[in-house]
C-alpha cells in the first residue's frame, strides 16, 4: 500500500494470501486495464516476486541481528533501545520497587510526567490551570516539582541531598553522604522521586497538604511494606531507613 499505491487501489481482495500471489500472480486479483502507473508498479512488484521461493516449513519470525535470534518483545526493545540498555534503562528496570513506581521513574526519566505544563504544552489545560499549587505564578513543570518548589527543597533539605535540574531525570546520579550504600541508592533515591510526586497530587486531587516530615514518614513505610523485595540487601536498606527515620 505504501510503496505501491497506485497497484494497490486496483486491489480486488484485501484477504488474498502470500501463498496464493506466488502461485497465481498478482493479475487475477486486480482489476483490469491497469493505469500506466499501476502497470509499471505492477512490472517492478512482479520482478521481486519472482524471486521468492515458498518452503513447506512454518513461517519463522527473527529479529535483524548478527546471530538472527527469533523474535521476542524483549529481543525487539533491546533491539530498538540498545543505546540506552547499557546505563540508564538499567537503573530503571533492574530495580525491585513495584511495577507503577519503575513506570513513574521511566515517565520522568523522558519528561513525560503529566505535569500541569505537559498537559498545558498538550492543550489539555489553560495557562492559568497550569500554575504550581505553592507558587503564585510559576509553571508546574517536573524541574520545578522536584528541584524547585520549596516543597520538594525542603524534602531535600531534611535528607540533606542536594538535587540539580541536571541529575533530576537521572536520580540514581544525585551524590549522597559517603555513608549510605550504594547497593539500594537507584530503589531509594526513585521512591523519594514517587512520594514527592504522590504528595504533589494528593494536594491537587484531594486538597491535603503534605508536610516534608510526612513525606519522610510515608518513604520509610514503603521501604518497609517492600523490604520482604530486599531480603539479600537487608543491611543496606536498613542503612537508608535509618538515614530517613533521623532526618
Not at 486486480?30 to 502497470?39: D, E, F, H, I, S
Not at 505553592?134 to 516543597?151: G, S
Amino acid at each position: 500500500m505504501d510503496r505501491f499505491p497506485a497497484l494497490h487501489s486496483h486491489s480486488t481482495d484485501d484477504m488474498v494470501t502470500v501463498r496464493a500471489v506466488i502461485t497465481d500472480g498478482l493479475l487475477p486479483y486486480l482489476r483490469p486495464r491497469l493505469t500506466r502507473t499501476a502497470a509499471a508498479e505492477h512490472d517492478v512488484l512482479a520482478s521481486h516476486l519472482s524471486q521468492v521461493t515458498l518452503t513447506a516449513s512454518h513461517d519463522v519470525r527473527l529479529l535483524a541481528t548478527m546471530n538472527m535470534q527469533p523474535f521476542t518483545s524483549r529481543g525487539a526493545y533491546h533491539l530498538l533501545h540498545d543505546s540506552l540498555i547499557p546505563s540508564d534503562v538499567v537503573h530503571i528496570w533492574s530495580t525491585r520497587l513495584p511495577a507503577k513506581v519503575k513506570f513513574f521513574a521511566w515517565l520522568l526519566y523522558h519528561g513525560r510526567l503529566n505535569t500541569r505544563a505537559h498537559l498545558f504544552h498538550r492543550n489539555i489545560k489553560t495557562h492559568d490551570e497550569s500554575k504550581c499549587e505553592y507558587c503564585v505564578d510559576t509553571l508546574e513543570t517536573d524541574v520545578h516539582i522536584f528541584v524547585e518548589c520549596p516543597r520538594a527543597q525542603a524534602v531535600w533539605s531534611r535528607l540533606r541531598f542536594v538535587v540539580h535540574e541536571s541529575t533530576l531525570r537521572r536520580p540514581w546520579d544525585v551524590t549522597l553522604p559517603s555513608l549510605l550504600p550504594g547497593a539500594v541508592k537507584d530503589d531509594v533515591m526513585i521512591l523519594i522521586f514517587w512520594h514527592i510526586w504522590k504528595a504533589r497530587n494528593a494536594k491537587i486531587f484531594d486538597h491535603r497538604d503534605s508536610s516534608p516530615a510526612e513525606v519522610l514518614r510515608h518513604i520509610a513505610a514503603d521501604i518497609d511494606a517492600w523490604s520482604c523485595r530486599y531480603r539479600k540487601l537487608a543491611t543496606e536498606l536498613h542503612a537508608w531507613h535509618e538515614w530517613i527515620v533521623t532526618c
